[in-house]
C-alpha cells in the first residue's frame, strides 16, 4: 500500500469500490433487461479490469483494434466482437490469424470493405462470423435501416463471410446533453430500429441471433428495446465527466481519477498543476469548455476550480476556489472521456480511500 502523496505525479487511479460497484450496478440492469453484456474493452485496456467484467456476468468483449482482440484472444477470451471494419492488407491479414483462433465476429457495412476479407478468408479456408452494422442516427459507419436487407444480400454473396446478426453504436445520444427524456426516447428508437431490421433480414431468409446495442448513456433504454439481445456499453466501467454531464452517472460514481499536484500558483485565480493534455482526454462532447472535473485527494469536487485548458504537461486550473490550493497540493481530475484517458497512460493504480494498493498495465495502446 502506498499512500496517493507518495505517488509519482501525474498518475492514473482507479477506485476499486467505486469500479466494483458499477460493474455489479450495469451486470443487473442488464440482466434486468434479458440481454447479454459484451463490454467495450477500449474504456480500460486492462486485462485486471476485464477479470472483474467477466465475474460479474460478461459474455465476452468488443473492441475497436487489432491489439485489443489480440490481447484478449492471448488471454483466453472466446468470443471477441471486433466492431470495426478490417480495411487494408495488414487489417485483414490480422484477421484471418485472428479468426483462425476461433471466437472472433467482425462488424462489416459494405462491400468494399468485406470483399478482401472474403477473399483471404476462403483463401485460408477460414470461415468470418459477421455482424451488419447498421445506422441508427450517428451517421458514423453503418448502412441505413432501408439498406440493410440488400446489402445483407451482398455480403452473404461473398464467400466465407457467415451473417449473425446486427449491430449499431447509438452514439448519436450524446447530442441530446442534460435532456435526458430526449436521450432515452432516442435510445428505445435506436433499439427498436436495430430490432425491426433484424426482423427485416430474417423475413427474408437470413439467420440473424445477434441485435446487439452499444453505449453507456443508451443503457438505460436501447436494451430495453424489445428484440434486442445483447448490449456494449463501455464507459460505464469507470463513467466519466461526461457520463455525469449527460445524467447517466453521479460523479460520485467515477472511478477514474488523475492524479495531479500544484506545481505553481504565480497569478491570482489561477494554479498550475503537473497533468496536461498528455495526460487527459481532450474531448469536451458534454462538458464544453474545460478538461476535467476537479476534486480533493479523496475524491470530492473542489467548488470554484475549473480545469480551464492544458498544455502538454502544465494544466492551469481556474476560479476562485484556487485561493486554498498551494504548491504541492494533491488534486484528483475526473476526465472528460475514460476512454481517451486510458489510452494516454502504460498503467494504473487501484485505489482504496487515499492509498494505492497495486498497480496494473494497460495495454494495446496506439
Known amino acids: 500500500m502506498t499512500p496517493l502523496d507518495e505517488l509519482p505525479t501525474p498518475a492514473l487511479l482507479v477506485d476499486r469500490a467505486r469500479m466494483e460497484a458499477n460493474l455489479a450496478a450495469m451486470s443487473a440492469a442488464i440482466g434486468a433487461a434479458g440481454v447479454a453484456l459484451r463490454p467495450h474493452f477500449k474504456t480500460s485496456k486492462c486485462l485486471a479490469v476485464a477479470r472483474r467484467q467477466l ?22 477470451v472466446g468470443d471477441v466482437l471486433w466492431a470495426h471494419q478490417p480495411v487494408g492488407p495488414a487489417k485483414v491479414a490480422f484477421a484471418v490469424r485472428a479468426l483462425r483462433r476461433g471466437g472472433l465476429t467482425i462488424a462489416l457495412d459494405s462491400l468494399e470493405a468485406a470483399a478482401p476479407l472474403a477473399e483471404a478468408a476462403a483463401s485460408a479456408g477460414v470461415a468470418v462470423p459477421f455482424v451488419l452494422e447498421v445506422d441508427t442516427g450517428l451517421h458514423r459507419a453503418g448502412v441505413d435501416p432501408d439498406r440493410a436487407v440488400a446489402a445483407a444480400a451482398a455480403l452473404t454473396a461473398l464467400p466465407a463471410l457467415e451473417l449473425r446478426g446486427v449491430l449499431t453504436h447509438e452514439g448519436h445520444l450524446a447530442a441530446h446533453g442534460p435532456d435526458r427524456a430526449g436521450l432515452e426516447a432516442a435510445g428505445d428508437l435506436a433499439g427498436r ?172 495502446r496506439y
Open 193 to 364: 430500429t436495430l430490432a425491426q431490421v433484424a426482423e427485416a433480414l430474417r423475413a427474408a431468409g437470413h439467420a440473424c441471433p445477434l441485435v446487439s446495442v452499444g453505449s453507456t448513456p443508451g443503457a438505460t433504454s436501447a436494451p430495453f428495446a424489445a428484440g434486442v439481445t445483447e448490449a456494449r456499453p463501455g464507459t460505464y466501467v469507470y463513467f466519466d465527466g461526461n457520463q455525469v454531464g449527460l445524467g447517466s452517472a453521479r460523479i460520485e460514481q467515477c472511478a477514474q481519477t488523475v492524479l495531479a499536484r500544484v506545481t505553481s500558483a504565480q497569478r491570482p485565480g489561477t494554479v498550475i498543476i503537473d497533468a496536461g493534455i498528455k495526460a487527459m482526454s481532450s474531448d469536451t462532447i458534454a462538458t464544453a469548455g474545460i478538461l476535467g472535473i476537479v476534486c480533493d485527494p479523496s475524491g470530492r469536487p473542489l467548488d470554484g476550480v475549473e480545469f480551464a485548458a492544458g498544455n502538454e504537461e502544465h494544466g492551469y486550473l481556474t476560479g476562485p476556489g484556487t485561493s486554498g490550493l498551494r504548491v504541492g497540493d494533491l488534486v484528483r481530475i475526473v476526465p472528460n472521456h475514460a476512454c481517451g484517458t486510458t489510452n494516454m497512460w502504460s498503467a494504473l493504480h487501484f485505489v482504496e480511500g487515499t492509498r494505492a494498493m497495486e498497480s496494473h498495465p494497460i495495454e494495446a
Open 55 to 76: 465475474a460479474h456476468g460478461a459474455v465476452g468483449f468488443t473492441c475497436a483494434t487489432p491489439a485489443e482482440v489480440g490481447l484478449l484472444q492471448d488471454e483466453g
